[in-house]
Nanobody, 116 residues
């Protein structure tokens, strides 16, 4: 079955960096566009970044442009999110996501806390 497993979250000081990973299985990863979303406490889940199946096109939320970089390795069924210059407002649970045949698939998420 479909599995998305995120890792790499943690506690980091403002201005620091983290790299999140998402390992995918149970579907044709190399043919699937992928996304990162996040959810802060008490807020709705929001889009962070997306990457086309071949990695040739990427999109970012305005709030993370220039600081975050999404990437993928289709040979390893892995997607990553490099997060630099982290701010307190980046705190939240980060989720790996894709949609196939109108069905949304989510990982369990990985927690990111940006605090001094």
């Amino acid at each position: 079955q479909v599995q998305l497993v995120e890792s790499g979250g943690g506690l980091v000081q403002p201005g620091g960096s983290l790299r999140l990973s998402c390992v995918a299985s149970g579907f044709t990863f190399s043919s699937t566009g992928m996304n990162w979303y996040r959810q802060a406490p008490g807020k709705e889940r929001e889009f962070v970044a997306s990457i086309f199946s071949r990695g040739d096109r990427r999109n970012y939320a305005d709030s993370v442009k220039g600081r975050f970089t999404i990437s993928r390795d289709n040979a390893k069924n892995t997607m990553s999110l490099q997060m630099n210059s982290l701010k307190s407002e980046d705190t939240g649970r980060y989720f790996c996501h894709f949609q196939l045949d109108a069905t949304d698939y989510w990982g369990q998420g990985t927690q990111v806390i940006v605090s001094s």
